[in-house]
C-alpha cells in the first residue's frame, strides 16, 4: 500500500503554521543553491516528511525549504530522486502530491539535460514545450487514486501556455536566452550512445535527461500548472569529441544556474498579482 501524502502535508503545516506555499519548486542538479533565496525560510528535512524519498546524488539536498521569493509564497524540492536510483516510480508522485495537498498550484521543474540541438549551447536554458516519455516508467501506474485525478489524464498541455509566456517574457526583459524546445526523458544511469542520440533527434528531441517527466505526469494528473526549464550542461553523446560526466553537468550547470536565479524570481514576480502572493 503506498503511503498517503496526508502525513507530509500536514507535517509541512506543522512547521508552518500558518503559511501556503502557491508555488513548488524542484530543483535539480546543481541548481539547488536557487533556494537560498528564499525569504524567510522554514527548512524541513525529507527525513521528517514521511514518504519523501532521498536521493543520493552528488547535488541533491534533500531539503524542503518554506518562504516567499519576490513575494510569492514556495515549496521548493532542494533535490528529488530519479528512476535510475532504484526508486519504484509511483515513489516520484507523494511529494507532488503533499504539496499539492500543502496548497500549491503550480509546479516549476528543474533540471540539468544535453542538448540535442547544435543552436542550444551549454550553459545555456531551455524552457519544456513538451516532453517525450522513454523511460520506460511512470509514477501513475497502478490502482487510479481517484482524489488525485482521472485514470487517463490528458497531456495535450504538459507546460502551461501561460507560464510559458511569462518565463519568456521575464528572460527577455533580463536579456537571457531563453530556448524552447522537447525533453526527451530516459530511464539512466548511462550517458547515451551517440547512435541514440541521432535515433532521438529524429524524434525531435532537442534536450535529453534523466527526470522531470514522473513529476510533471503527477502534477498534471492532480491538476497543477507545470513548467520546467533545464540548464543545458553538454551537447549530447557524439556531438562532440569529449566524453560526459556528472562534474561536468555540476559545473556547466552551475553556470547556466546563475541565469536562472535571475529569471526564476522574475518570474514569480510576474505571478503575484493572480496568487495574491
Ligand atoms: N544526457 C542525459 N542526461 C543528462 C545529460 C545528457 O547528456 N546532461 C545532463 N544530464
Known amino acids: 500500500m503506498a503511503q498517503d501524502p496526508n502525513a507530509a502535508a500536514q507535517a509541512i503545516h506543522a512547521k508552518a503554521p500558518g503559511f501556503h506555499p502557491h508555488v513548488a519548486l524542484v530543483l535539480g542538479t546543481g541548481i539547488g543553491a536557487l533556494a537560498e533565496a528564499i525569504e524567510d525560510p522554514t527548512i524541513i528535512d525529507y527525513g521528517d516528511l514521511s514518504g519523501f524519498p532521498r536521493s543520493a546524488v552528488e547535488g541533491h539536498a534533500g531539503r524542503l525549504v518554506l518562504g516567499k521569493l519576490s513575494g510569492v509564497p514556495v515549496a521548493c524540492m532542494q533535490g528529488r530522486v530519479h528512476l535510475y536510483e532504484g526508486h519504484p516510480a509511483a515513489d516520484l508522485a507523494l511529494p507532488i502530491r503533499a504539496l499539492r495537498l500543502a496548497g ?47 485514470r487517463f489524464p490528458d497531456m495535450t498541455m504538459a507546460y502551461d501556455r501561460g507560464l510559458r509566456r511569462r518565463f519568456a517574457d521575464a528572460a ?106
Not at 521543474?109 to 516519455?133: C, K
Not at 527577455?172 to 530511464?187: C, Q, S
Not at 520546467?228 to 553556470?255: K, R, Y
Not at 514569480?268 to 495574491?276: E, R
Open 104 to 150: 500549491c498550484e503550480t509546479l516549476v521543474l528543474t533540471n540539468a539535460a544535453g542538448s540535442l540541438n547544435a543552436e542550444f549551447l551549454p550553459g545555456s536554458l531551455m524552457m519544456l514545450s513538451d516532453h517525450i516519455n522513454m523511460t520506460g516508467a511512470n509514477p501513475l501506474i497502478g490502482a487510479n487514486d481517484e482524489r488525485f485525478g482521472p
Open 172 to 277: 527577455t526583459a533580463l536579456g537571457i536566452t531563453l530556448h524552447e524546445g522537447v525533453y526527451l526523458a530516459l530511464l539512466g544511469p548511462n550517458f547515451e550512445t551517440p547512435a541514440e542520440i541521432r535515433a532521438f533527434r529524429t524524434l525531435g528531441a532537442d534536450a535529453v535527461g534523466m527526470s522531470t517527466v514522473p513529476e510533471c505526469l503527477v502534477a498534471r494528473h492532480c491538476g497543477m500548472r507545470v513548467a520546467a526549464i533545464s540548464t543545458l550542461t553538454n551537447l549530447a553523446a557524439g556531438m562532440t569529441d569529449e566524453e560526459l560526466s556528472h562534474e561536468q553537468s555540476l559545473t556547466v550547470g552551475a553556470e547556466a544556474a546563475k541565469d536562472l536565479g535571475r529569471l526564476l524570481p522574475a518570474f514569480l514576480a510576474s505571478l503575484s498579482p493572480d496568487t495574491g502572493g
